[in-house]
């Protein structure tokens, strides 16, 4: 494992700008495209929580005048939307990016410029759905778009035509960056990097990856349909035309539950990797982790229809669909307790980002407790659309993903930049974090079941929620001014923060024998792994450095990424034209890309 | 294309090629962008409140003509890719080019037959079966288009000398999407044509 120290490689590579705002347009080096994601990933944070904050005024009293019902509606939609797609996602992406070459010892992802391309529509795609703002007709349908609500008789104007073109933008983005990386993990491991030594979190990666392929396709071909029956008058969701709403029910769900299970395994995988080192232990239970991983993306593909309990689908299908329901909890909770057991009798260190990660244990356990008191069908039609239902989400989606990546930003912000961030802000930005969010959502239980229902912009003041809604609003404006600090301290230690070495939480990975921040090519000399943590293991002797390698050749910069992202936005974007060919302008610059893209030289 | 998986990793992991990979990876996902799409025509059949319907408008036998000539297409994609890997430029020309006149004969007929519905009425705003129709045999359709250029581009290196014996991964890979869209016609044509 000797492979620091090893003599300066000799990097080949096409005329590389170092600095500059084109080298970053051009960049195909996946540490920096994960360093993009992640930076979107947070200016979309901000838009979404900021979002969440206006609701949570408008809600802070009863009978509020705070914001109208027209604005309430476009806020607590692109709150949903931009956190599950615009944040969640790419910030889980990020890590892909960044970490999982790392980990599995590779010097770049399969399909760099493919990796570009995804960042580049997904960018786009983010910004042209919120440029509706600008035009005051953002997207007003929930962040489930149910038909007839956002079919064209219902919902006329441009808002739903942002989101639905804008979502099959973010589609496409996902489904090849979900390409790249399972060709990646399963091509690009180093030498004795066999899938049972992966880390945990390149696993959920790979899982994760698996769900986006297969799920993203169905809430395209969903919101194609949408696109037919708005743009070209078709009547896929119309009753009036013999249509059903119900298939974007299915459809959707179909896409929506695994999308759940891609939002919350990458935190999982995380948490993973930070548990086992602040602890000094490996994880208890490695191969059962993988495995419930894997198991929780399989059946998440047949638990849909829970979100349908009240559609009326009849008894065997809630049946069948509360059952599997139940049953994807086993494999949940395997995974807490597998947690639970590495910290049982570890040296634990309680630094910033193993709070985050036992925050995520504590607050995910009960979401998912919450999650099971829904599986059961009569129960659920009582909750069904109010805010216990918020309350379960949230503590899923916040508790679990939110602060599963905090606890990554804490534990991998050192390899990215060679400095710590601040420890002493960190826990101030944790336990206020903490504290907030279990006061905004933690009444939300009461809320929702004495009957408040969700996407509602008031309540009246006889139903006697003022003082819950209050309490929760306090909570949101905590979390408000937690996030503050997490800013000032990445500002800050990005600039001054503690510099440090390779390693400097004493990990187990691969990621942590190269130097902080990695250079551009990795690995000097390709690793060879002989265990699951190859920087804990005592070898007698140093292997013989291995042979000089020779020279790595890395890709060069390529602009076609972006040029044919632009194309992809072009394509959707004009749309809004409302004629039939308009868009097949952008079709041409697509094509136009793709032609430069596939003769580009040195690639 | 080759070079692209092979300049950071002499071998990889699996021994595949990452083009490969990749690409069978691409062809799952785009098994359930169909499946949807099938899907969608098969809950909605029968479902349209006017005509014209199914088997009031589908030609059995011209569709399988046009089948036949998709069909055979694949045919000619084989051995486009065995003249490729025995390096024969000739052969490569020959089956190239072939393949992608065999797809755009296809789009021919589907040109033709989409328009023959228009004449006779049914459009996508007609009725549920004409929507679910037009957008499932559309996308299947484009995807064809697609095939036939990426063929013509293969047939253009070739002919500038520019496809040899190294590069049959690349005809390997485009086959591969060409004989996918050719299951995905088999399907839907059993589906939508024949079982009614």
């Known amino acids: 494992m000797a492979i620091t120290k090893a003599r300066a490689a000799t990097v080949t590579a096409g005329p590389h700008a170092r600095g500059g705002i084109w080298s970053w347009i051009t960049t195909v080096d996946h540490k920096r495209i994960g360093i993009l994601y992640g930076t979107s990933a947070l200016v979309f944070f901000l838009v979404g929580g900021l979002e969440a904050l206006l609701i949570r005024a408008q809600l802070a009293r009863p009978e509020n005048g705070f914001v109208g019902p027209e604005t309430y509606n476009q806020l607590f939609t692109m709150h949903g939307t931009t956190m599950v797609f615009l944040v969640a996602m790419p910030a889980a992406v990020a890590f892909f990016n960044y970490i999982v070459p790392l980990q599995i010892g590779a010097r770049d992802v399969a399909f760099p410029r493919l990796n570009a391309l995804s960042y580049w529509v997904f960018l786009f795609g983010g910004l042209f759905m919120n440029s509706s703002f600008l035009l005051g007709q953002a997207p007003n349908g929930g962040w489930t778009g149910y038909v007839p609500l956002t079919g064209p008789r219902f919902a006329p104007g441009l808002h739903i035509d942002f989101w639905v073109l804008g979502l099959s933008m973010l589609g496409i983005s996902s489904i090849l960056g979900g390409v790249n990386f399972i060709t990646t993990i399963i091509n690009l491991r180093a030498p004795g990097m066999r899938l049972m030594r992966m880390p945990l979190f390149t696993w959920m990666t790979l899982v994760t990856s698996f769900l986006l392929v297969t799920a993203m396709p169905v809430i395209a071909v969903a919101l194609i349909l949408l696109i037919f029956d708005r743009f070209f008058g078709t009547s896929f969701y119309a009753p009036a035309g013999g249509g059903d709403p119900v298939l974007w029910q299915h459809l959707f769900w179909m896409f929506g539950h695994p999308e759940v299970y891609i939002l919350i395994l990458p935190a999982f995988g995380m948490v993973s990797e930070v548990i086992p080192t602040f602890s000094r232990k490996p994880l208890f239970g490695y191969a059962i982790m993988v495995y419930s991983g894997i198991l929780i993306g399989f059946i998440g593909w047949g638990v849909w229809s829970h979100h349908m309990f009240a559609t009326g689908l009849g008894p065997i299908a809630d049946a069948f669909f509360a059952i599997a329901t139940m049953i994807i909890a086993i494999p949940t909770g395997v995974k807490i307790f597998n947690w639970l057991a590495t910290m049982w009798g570890g040296s634990l260190r309680f630094s910033t980002a193993m709070l985050f990660a036992i925050g995520v244990i504590a607050s995910f356990t009960i979401g998912g407790i919450s999650g099971i008191m829904h599986s059961a069908a009569p129960a659920d039609l009582q909750q069904h659309d109010t805010y216990f239902v918020v309350a379960h989400f949230h503590y899923t989606i916040f508790g679990g993903t939110i602060l599963g990546t905090f606890a990554g930003i804490y534990y991998w912000f050192p390899k990215m930049t060679g400095r710590l961030l601040d420890e002493r802000l960190g826990k101030w930005h944790f336990w206020l974090m903490f504290l907030g969010f279990h006061l905004t959502f933690f009444p939300m239980h009461w809320i929702g079941l004495l009957g408040m229902p969700r996407r509602i912009f008031t309540y009246y003041d006889e139903l006697g929620l003022g003082s819950l809604n209050l309490l929760a609003t306090i909570g949101a404006f905590t979390q408000g001014v937690a996030v503050v600090l997490f800013l000032w301290n990445l500002l800050r230690s990005r600039r001054h923060g503690v510099v440090v070495g390779p390693n400097p939480w004493n990990a187990a990975t691969l990621e942590w024998s190269i130097p902080s921040p990695p250079p551009e090519y990795n690995f000097a000399v390709i690793p060879e792994v002989h265990s699951r943590e190859p920087l804990w293991e005592r070898r007698e002797a140093t292997p013989a450095p291995p042979a000089p390698e020779p020279a790595i050749h890395l890709p060069p910069p390529s602009h076609w990424p972006i040029v044919v992202a632009f194309g992809v936005l072009l394509t959707f974007g004009l749309f809004l034209a409302n004629v039939w060919w308009v868009p097949l302008g952008g079709v041409a610059l697509v094509a136009f890309g793709v032609m430069n893209w596939a003769f580009e030289p040195g690639h | ?196």
């Open chain 2, 1 to 196: 294309m080759t070079q692209a998986a092979t300049y950071t990793h002499p071998a990889t992991a699996t021994g595949l090629d990452s083009w490969k990979v990749g690409f069978w990876t691409f062809i799952g996902s785009e098994c359930l962008f169909f499946g949807s799409l099938i899907s969608t025509y098969m809950v909605y059949k029968g479902e349209s409140l006017v005509g014209p319907t199914s088997h009031e408008i589908l030609n059995i036998p011209l569709t399988s003509i046009s089948t036949f000539v998709l069909l055979t297409s694949s045919l000619m994609m084989v051995l486009a890719l065995a003249a490729v890997q025995r390096g024969s430029r000739r052969g490569a020309l020959l089956w190239l080019l072939l393949t992608a006149w065999f797809g755009s004969l296809f789009l021919g007929f589907q040109a033709f037959e989409f328009t023959q519905f228009y004449h006779e009425g049914l459009t996508p705003q007609k009725n549920l079966f004409g929507a679910s129709f037009f957008v499932l045999t559309g996308f299947h359709g484009a995807h064809v288009t697609v095939g036939v250029i990426w063929l013509l581009t293969l047939w253009v290196l070739a002919l500038r000398g520019r496809l040899g014996r190294a590069d049959a991964l690349k005809v390997e890979i485009a086959g591969l999407y060409w004989h996918f869209v050719d299951v995905v016609w088999i399907a839907i044509f059993t589906l939508v044509y024949l079982i009614q």
